[in-house]
């Protein structure tokens, strides 16, 4: 099964993201902006507004909200969009305003992380445009950046992907790794079955003498790994739904079609978070 996550109670949790914001507020301002400190006049006010220099799918925009406010509790945060909405080239996400100081001071953390976000939320939703029309779900994994696995599990949502398992703890997926230390699916998956009476099991096979043999130990689930489509249409045949079938490996925006139209339920893509291209973002302000 795919891991759930609830994208307010985990993801954007405060006890979660305010740690996250602080420490990559920390990283940035340090010891003081010497810049904004040393030509800003303290009590100067200003608005401003975020811009999107491209089009693509939003997401992040609490975070960049909540940015904000840490650095100054005085900045107001007036989102123009929504998370998951479609933007386009210079179109404004949100208006602020606020002292100047912190304004500035807050500008390069919250845009980081809006336009990454915004990025992986964008790329998923090209994936997930590929396979439209068919039974396949994009899934993500964890191929993630370190400390960010919440916070981009979360933009893939807003893509239209679903939730792989969050980390190694939540799913059972024995791998290639697995199967050379121990011998092989079927000692890998008496074991398993051993430990976990009633889990799921998920099983990695890379060609079709492993698929077999997977499916003559009734493994309930398979990932293809790196199968082409026309290998994986022979795989389904050999298959004949007596198992769920993943395929992850060699997937790309260009021919994700091809392998939903071969069967699979599900496919995996590293790439939704590994890859993804930041979308631009840029603040502009004015003094009032």
Excluded: W
């Amino acid at each position: 099964m795919t891991a759930t996550l609830d994208p307010i109670t985990d993801a954007l949790a405060p006890d979660t993201l305010d740690a996250l914001i602080e420490a990559a507020l920390a990283e940035d301002i340090g010891a003081g902006d010497v810049t904004t400190d040393a030509v800003i006049p303290a009590d100067m006010t200003c608005r401003g507004k975020i811009v999107c220099k491209e089009d693509g799918v939003i997401a992040g925009l609490s975070v960049a909200s909540r940015v904000f406010a840490m650095v100054d509790e005085r900045i107001t945060f007036d989102a123009k969009t929504r998370d998951g909405e479609k933007v386009q080239e210079d179109q404004i996400v949100a208006r602020i305003s606020g002292p100047a100081r912190g304004m500035l001071k807050g500008e390069r953390v919250a845009l980081n992380f809006l336009q990454h976000l915004s990025g992986v939320a964008t790329m998923t939703a090209r994936y997930v445009k590929a396979v439209d029309g068919t039974k396949t779900k994009i899934l993500d994994t964890r191929k993630t950046t370190p400390g960010l696995r919440g916070l981009e599990k979360y933009a893939t949502r807003i893509g239209g992907a679903f939730n792989h398992r969050m980390g190694l703890y939540d799913a059972v997926l024995i791998k290639d790794t697995h199967l050379a230390l121990v011998g092989g699916i079927t000692p890998a998956l008496r074991a398993v079955r051993k430990a976990y009476v009633d889990g799921d099991i998920n099983v990695e096979v890379s060609n079709i003498q492993e698929l077999e043999q997977a499916l003559a130990d009734k493994a309930p689930r398979i990932l293809l790994d790196n199968f082409a489509p026309g290998q994986v249409r022979e795989a389904m045949q050999i298959i004949r739904g007596r198992a769920e079938v993943e395929i992850s490996g060699g997937v790309q925006v260009s021919n994700a079609r091809a392998y939903a139209l071969a069967g699979a339920a599900y496919i995996s893509v590293g790439a939704l978070t590994h890859s993804a291209t930041a979308l631009d973002f840029s603040m502009k302000v004015t003094r009032y």
